[in-house]
């Protein structure tokens, strides 16, 4: 049986252009209808739905009279909505690679919508079974689409970005929602923090250092006095605080801070 799905909203005119003795009738879920009921029957024994509901879904059945008898044929008609995605993907941030990582998208609407997922502007190439171990090589096996979720198995630094789940079902344009993967890398940084430095921050990579440490990268051990080597933090000299005075107009900053952030690319 055919099955017609009318946008919520929208009229629907189904036109009767087979010859027939006596006028065409139309029956609803069983119960006659006739011109009167709503325009639903034209004077020409069309059928026309205005502004479509939920009210006016269900069963419709044209029947033909002739010199042999009445033939019939029937058509179910529903109202379809536009898919509308209710549980969107959340953006997940990880330290390493390795782990596996799961987005979910649930979407409604009428018929049920189908999803698929892009990253980057592209879309993904999927696969629906889980293969244990999957080699990193073959990007399908990798990433895996189980009822509402995509999952990414074995993640890596090049997995990072934005992941975009699209909703369709033939009714409207759909529904898109974005989530993004990104690593925030405690360490390394490049280059990397020295005398147990700690690597902060996404973007800007910057070594938080211990209290007796200085530099971009903890490379500077502090001093009260004494003459220091700003590369090897070895420290001498013969108390007078003229070290100490060198060592902070190095730095730049008084030699006072802890933390000294600085661009650097990963």
């Given at each position: 049986?055919?099955?017609?799905?009318?946008?919520?909203?929208?009229?629907?005119?189904?036109?009767?252009?087979?010859?027939?003795?006596?006028?065409?009738?139309?029956?609803?879920?069983?119960?006659?209808?006739?011109?009167?009921?709503?325009?639903?029957?034209?004077?020409?024994?069309?059928?026309?739905?205005?502004?479509?509901?939920?009210?006016?879904?269900?069963?419709?059945?044209?029947?033909?009279?002739?010199?042999?008898?009445?033939?019939?044929?029937?058509?179910?008609?529903?109202?379809?909505?536009?898919?509308?995605?209710?549980?969107?993907?959340?953006?997940?941030?990880?330290?390493?690679?390795?782990?596996?990582?799961?987005?979910?998208?649930?979407?409604?609407?009428?018929?049920?919508?189908?999803?698929?997922?892009?990253?980057?502007?592209?879309?993904?190439?999927?696969?629906?079974?889980?293969?244990?171990?999957?080699?990193?090589?073959?990007?399908?096996?990798?990433f895996i689409v189980t009822d509402d979720s995509l999952h990414i198995l074995n993640t890596m630094y090049?997995?990072?970005?934005?992941?975009?789940?699209?909703?369709?079902?033939?009714?409207?344009?759909?529904?898109?929602?974005?989530?993004?993967?990104?690593?925030?890398?405690?360490?390394?940084?490049?280059?990397?923090?020295?005398?147990?430095?700690?690597?902060?921050?996404?973007?800007?990579?910057?070594?938080?250092?211990?209290?007796?440490?200085?530099?971009?990268?903890?490379?500077?051990?502090?001093?009260?006095?004494?003459?220091?080597?700003?590369?090897?933090?070895?420290?001498?000299?013969?108390?007078?605080?003229?070290?100490?005075?060198?060592?902070?107009?190095?730095?730049?900053?008084?030699?006072?801070?802890?933390?000294?952030?600085?661009?650097?690319?990963?």
């Open positions: 049986m055919e099955t017609i799905v009318v946008p919520r909203g929208h009229d629907l005119h189904l036109t009767n252009e087979a010859k027939s003795v006596g006028l065409p009738t139309w029956n609803k879920d069983g119960s006659a209808l006739v011109a009167r009921d709503c325009g639903m029957v034209t004077p020409h024994g069309d059928l026309a739905l205005t502004a479509m509901t939920n009210d006016l879904e269900g069963l419709y059945t044209l029947v033909l009279h002739g010199t042999t008898g009445a033939a019939a044929h029937s058509v179910f008609i529903t109202a379809g909505e536009s898919p509308r995605i209710v549980v969107p993907p959340r953006d997940v941030e990880m330290q390493h690679p390795g782990r596996n990582v799961m987005l979910t998208c649930v979407a409604t609407g009428t018929p049920t919508p189908t999803t698929y997922w892009m990253k980057d502007g592209e879309r993904l190439n999927t696969s629906t079974s889980v293969s244990p171990n999957p080699p990193h090589s073959n990007e399908s096996v990798r090049s997995d990072g970005g934005f992941y975009t789940c699209v909703a369709t079902n033939g009714i409207g344009e759909g529904d898109r929602r974005e989530a993004e993967i990104f690593f925030r890398r405690a360490t390394p940084c490049s280059p990397s923090c020295r005398n147990n430095g700690t690597c902060t921050s996404r973007d800007v990579h910057s070594c938080k250092c211990p209290s007796t440490y200085t530099g971009v990268v903890c490379q500077t051990q502090r001093a009260s006095a004494g003459n220091c080597d700003l590369l090897t933090g070895e420290c001498h000299g013969d108390g007078s605080g003229s070290g100490a005075a060198d060592l902070a107009a190095l730095d730049g900053n008084g030699g006072d801070r802890d933390t000294i952030g600085e661009t650097i690319n990963a």
